[in-house]
């Protein structure tokens, strides 16, 4: 596609949560056929790649996160046919299709567990992590799990406990136990025959656990209010320096296929983070950069931290951005609806992979939801803090027929209350919607290089226009965000021949500019600087 560069440097991915894009089973949960209906909208919007997240077959206590068999479609989501059909059929239109992979815990009621469980002296005890309680009883050390409580379960049966970084029905796998490794690299392969383009995985720096089980130091910077388990440093938990090696073991058997891509969840700071493109670069391809997820919004601030990661990054390793998931606050509910617009710009025009989460080319809210309808785990157990996730996983907005098209029936979570008026079929007639800004801005980064391959260069920063330019050979864009609500005006290069290629709000495109350029409140601009 761009001569030697793999598909993944210039492509945009776009994250799919198959619970909430499209039901069409009349069951008001989402699943493969929808997704492969869809995806005449996702060549609408002009993505390359979807990650779908887990579609495997779970009891569907983390909602996918927990599953029961790593080679199986999940009834709820349709069939081994359905997901076969939703490959060819995203390949013929030319999309990759990426998926879900969840080594770190499988559900307790995986065929492997069941088996570890059995008995102390069952084949696959060391399949998973089994310590004996402590010398006065009680759990085995302090480690605390990431969904609130001990991370360590009894077993009354055999009389151990087991380690769960999440739910105690998400017991974590022993990925020093080489069996393990094999079996997990053969569901890599499984995936892979089938023509998986790649693989987004999950809690990847959690894989490896301190082998002598010593307990985490307290964290002076805790307060109240944080999940409970941000009381301890993950020092003997997350991050151990052994999971570089079964990074690059994962590594190797997505490069037994060509053009395979591997992404890893990683939420570490940028210095740890950057580590994980692997010595050599034989770790993953894409550490997932989640600054953005929470960075305060303000140009010196976001400036600072581009500049952060372009210098991190090691030799030969490829950026990426993030502006939203299904685990983190819609962009929309953090910034406003009309920063959501410049967010946009800014995650499509900086340099790197954007991933943009379903729903946010809708500008969709954060949803409050009623106490009785929170199905998060997360938030049942560590409630009224807002650590709740479903709040950013209410279901896609398509029209405004009933449920949003999304359902002909209720939906598992409650529709956002805009979906009336905010939804793909409105906002595709509606020349200033952020939706055509995304449609827009993802068809000019295809007929200009410079956005996705070039380089990256500040221009100016102030507290509220943040400014750079991306370059390549004799093409130079020059991107303009106004990060407050009111005017701003920024002088451009002496000289300067220029034109506006993409503006916020539309009606500006293709004006040319000369001397100084003046910005609406929130409005950002993509500026052809070579243009005559
Ligand atoms: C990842 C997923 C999240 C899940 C957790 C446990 O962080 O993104 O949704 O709950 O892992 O699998």
Redesign the pocket.
């Known amino acids: 596609m761009n001569g030697s560069r793999p598909w993944w440097q210039s492509a945009v991915i776009y994250q799919i949560y198959p619970r909430s894009f499209q039901d069409t089973n009349d069951d008001g949960i989402g699943d493969l056929n929808g997704i492969t209906q869809r995806l005449p909208d996702l060549i609408d919007l002009g993505v390359d790649a979807i990650w779908i997240?887990p579609i495997f077959r779970s009891p569907m206590k983390?909602?996918g996160?927990?599953i029961s068999d790593y080679v199986d479609v999940d009834p709820i989501f349709g069939t081994m046919a359905d997901f076969e059909r939703l490959i060819a059929e995203a390949h013929a239109r030319g999309i990759k299709v990426i998926l879900d992979f969840?080594p770190?815990?499988s559900s307790d009621q995986h065929a492997w567990f069941l088996e570890s469980r059995a008995s102390r002296t069952s084949a696959k005890r060391d399949w998973y992590i089994w310590r004996d309680p402590a010398p006065g009883g009680g759990p085995p050390n302090n480690w605390l799990s990431?969904?609130g409580g001990s991370a360590w379960e009894f077993d009354a049966a055999t009389g151990q406990y087991y380690y769960h970084?999440?739910l105690n029905s998400?017991p974590d796998l022993n990925w020093r136990n080489p069996e393990v490794v094999a079996a997990m690299r053969d569901v890599l392969r499984f995936w892979m025959r089938k023509g998986i383009d790649g693989f987004r995985v999950?809690?990847i720096w959690h894989l490896i656990k301190d082998r002598q089980f010593r307990d985490n130091p307290p964290n002076p910077n805790y307060h109240a209010g944080r999940p409970p388990n941000e009381a301890l440093i993950p020092l003997y938990t997350t991050d151990l320096p052994e999971v570089h090696d079964v990074i690059g073991t994962l590594r190797r058997t997505v490069d037994e296929f060509p053009d395979r891509l591997l992404i890893g969840?990683i939420y570490l700071p940028v210095e740890r983070l950057v580590a994980y493109y692997g010595r050599d670069l034989g770790g993953v391809h894409l550490p997932f950069n989640f600054a953005l997820l929470s960075a305060r919004w303000d140009a010196k601030h976001l400036q600072a931290l581009i500049t952060e990661y372009e210098g991190a990054l090691p030799k030969g390793g490829w950026p990426n951005w993030v502006l939203g998931?299904?685990?983190r606050p819609r962009i929309a509910g953090r910034v406003g609806q009309r920063q959501a617009a410049v967010a946009a710009m800014l995650l499509l025009t900086l340099r790197g992979t954007p991933t943009i989460y379903n729903g946010d080319e809708l500008g969709m809210p954060q949803v409050d939801i009623p106490r009785h309808r929170v199905r998060d785990p997360?938030e049942r157990n560590v409630p009224g803090i807002g650590v709740g996730?479903d709040g950013c996983r209410t279901p896609m907005q398509w029209d405004s027929s009933r449920n949003a098209g999304f359902s002909r029936v209720d939906p598992w979570l409650p529709l956002a209350d805009d979906w009336r008026s905010n939804n793909v079929a409105n906002l595709r007639e509606d020349a200033l919607s952020i939706l055509n800004l995304y449609r827009r801005l993802l068809r000019v980064r295809k007929e200009r290089p410079a956005l996705s391959l070039g380089s990256y260069r500040p221009y100016v920063v102030d507290e509220d226009l943040l400014a750079y330019y991306r370059e390549l050979n004799d093409s130079r864009l020059l991107i303009v965000l106004n990060l407050t609500d009111g005017p701003q005006a920024l002088k451009l290069e002496e000289g300067a021949h220029a034109r506006i290629l993409v503006s916020t709000e539309a009606k500006r495109d293709g004006d040319l500019v000369k001397g100084t350029v003046t910005l609406a409140g929130d409005e950002g601009l993509v500026i052809d600087m070579a243009s005559r």
């Open positions: 997240s983390d909602f996160y927990d969840v770190n815990h990431e969904f970084a999440f998400q999950d809690v969840e998931n299904h685990d997360f996730r």
